[in-house]
């Protein structure tokens, strides 16, 4: 079955970076879209970035210039480098997959910006 586990969330200082990971396991995984969303209390789950099974990539207005997304297919790992965080990027992220017509979720990593 479809498996996502996400890691490398925590606390971090205005400015500062972190890079979430997403462990993908029970599909092929070369061959699909992956995607970044997040949560904040009390909002509803956005999209902050995707990544083609060839490698384009697009973002949310809000963090270009300072995410990337990126996958590993060799290791079936996909990747969110975040830079210059801000405040208004915690939430808890999500690496999400469009399996069949199923958006399937992992169960997300907090990511808290604060001083």
């Known amino acids: 079955q479809v498996q996502l586990v996400e890691s490398g969330g925590g606390l971090v200082q205005p400015g500062g970076s972190l890079r979430l990971s997403c462990a993908a396991s029970g599909f092929t995984f070369n061959a699909y879209t992956m995607h970044w969303y997040r949560q904040a209390p009390g909002k509803e789950r956005d999209l902050v970035a995707t990544v083609s099974s060839l490698g384009a990539t697009d973002y949310v207005d809000s963090v270009k210039g300072r995410f990337t997304i990126s996958r590993d297919s060799g290791k079936d790992v996909l990747y969110l480098q975040m830079n210059s965080l801000k405040p208004d990027d915690t939430a808890v992220y999500y690496c999400?997959?469009?399996?069949?017509?199923?958006?399937?979720w992992g169960q997300g990593t907090q990511v808290t910006v604060s001083s």
């Open positions: 999400a997959v469009d399996y069949w017509g199923n958006i399937r």
